[in-house]
C-alpha cells in the first residue's frame, strides 16, 4: 500500500494526549467540501487531522491546518500509524470514489473510531454506507436543493435549515400580521409550536429576548420547530 506523507503531524508516538476527545476530528478527502468542513471546524478551535492522497492539496491546506497528512484512504496501516482510532469522529468526504468512500469507512468503524460520518453522491450510497457501518450520511447536494427549494418557494424565508425531520432553523422575515405585536401577543408558541430564539435586525441581534419585545417591521425572526410549521405563519401574512 502506500506510504502515507505527513505534513506537520506528530507521529503515534508523539502524539499529544487525548484530553477532550469529543473535540478530535479526522477529515478523509479534502476538496471543497472536506476542505471547508476541516478548516471551518479548526477553525472554532477543535483538533483537526485532514487526509487526503492528493499532494497537491495537502500542501496547498498546510498553511491553513496544522495537521494535514497525504495518504491513501484505504491505508489502513497508515491510519494506525496515525492513531487514528484514538479519534471520537471521522468524517469521509470523498465523493469520486464509492470503493475507497466504502473501504475508509469500515476501516475507521473496525479501529474503534466511534462516530463515522460519510458523504454520499445518491440515496443508494446513503444506504450502503449506512448498512456497513456509517452513523450518519450526508447528502450535501440534495440537502442543499431542499433548502434552495424552502426559500424560493415560501417568499417571506431568509433562510431555512432543517436539522433533523423533527427541527428546522428558520429565518423568517416578520410577517406584517405580526409586526407591533409583542412575542407573547404574537402566541406563536400557542398557535404554531414555534419558538422565537433571536431576532435579527438592522442595528444588531437580540438573543436575550424577553416574552415584551415588539415585532418590528423587517426584523428577521430566528424560529425552531418542526420542519413546514412555519408555512402556516407565511399563508397568514
Known amino acids: ?3 502515507s506523507t ?4 506528530p507521529n503515534q508516538t508523539t502524539r499529544t494526549p487525548v484530553t477532550d476527545r469529543q473535540h478530535e476530528f479526522v477529515v478523509i478527502g479534502l476538496g471543497r467540501f472536506g476542505s471547508s468542513l476541516a478548516g471551518t471546524l479548526h477553525g472554532y478551535g477543535h483538533s483537526v ?4 492522497s492528493d499532494m497537491r492539496l495537502v500542501q496547498r491546506l498546510s498553511n491553513r ?9 484505504t491505508n489502513r496501516e497508515g491510519y494506525l500509524e496515525l492513531g487514528v482510532g484514538n479519534f471520537d469522529t471521522g468524517i469521509i468526504c470523498i465523493g469520486s470514489d464509492f470503493e475507497s468512500n466504502m473501504l475508509a469507512t469500515v476501516i ?13 453522491r445518491t440515496r443508494t450510497q446513503k444506504e450502503i454506507l449506512l448498512k456497513i457501518g456509517a452513523d450518519e450520511v450526508i447528502l450535501p447536494e440534495h ?7 424552502r426559500k424560493l418557494a415560501s417568499s417571506g424565508f431568509v433562510d431555512y435549515m432543517e436539522v ?11 410577517p406584517k400580521n405580526l409586526t407591533g405585536l409583542s412575542l407573547l401577543k404574537s402566541s ?19 438573543v436575550l429576548h424577553t416574552a415584551q419585545e415588539v415585532i418590528r417591521a423587517n426584523d428577521v425572526l430566528v424560529i425552531v420547530g418542526k420542519p413546514g410549521d412555519c408555512d402556516a405563519i407565511i399563508k397568514q401574512k
Open 49 to 52: 487531522l485532514a487526509i487526503d
Open 108 to 120: 475507521l468503524r473496525q479501529l474503534g473510531v466511534r462516530r463515522v460520518i460519510c458523504k454520499a
Open 143 to 149: 440537502e442543499a436543493g431542499v433548502r434552495l427549494g
Open 1 to 3: 500500500m502506500t506510504k
Open 188 to 206: 406563536l408558541r400557542e398557535r404554531y409550536g414555534l419558538v422565537v430564539v433571536a431576532i435579527r435586525r438592522a442595528d444588531g441581534v437580540i
Open 65 to 73: 491546518l496544522p495537521h494535514v497528512v497525504q495518504m491513501d484512504a
Open 6 to 9: 505527513l505534513t506537520n503531524v
Open 164 to 174: 433533523n425531520k423533527e427541527i428546522s432553523v428558520v429565518e423568517l422575515l416578520a
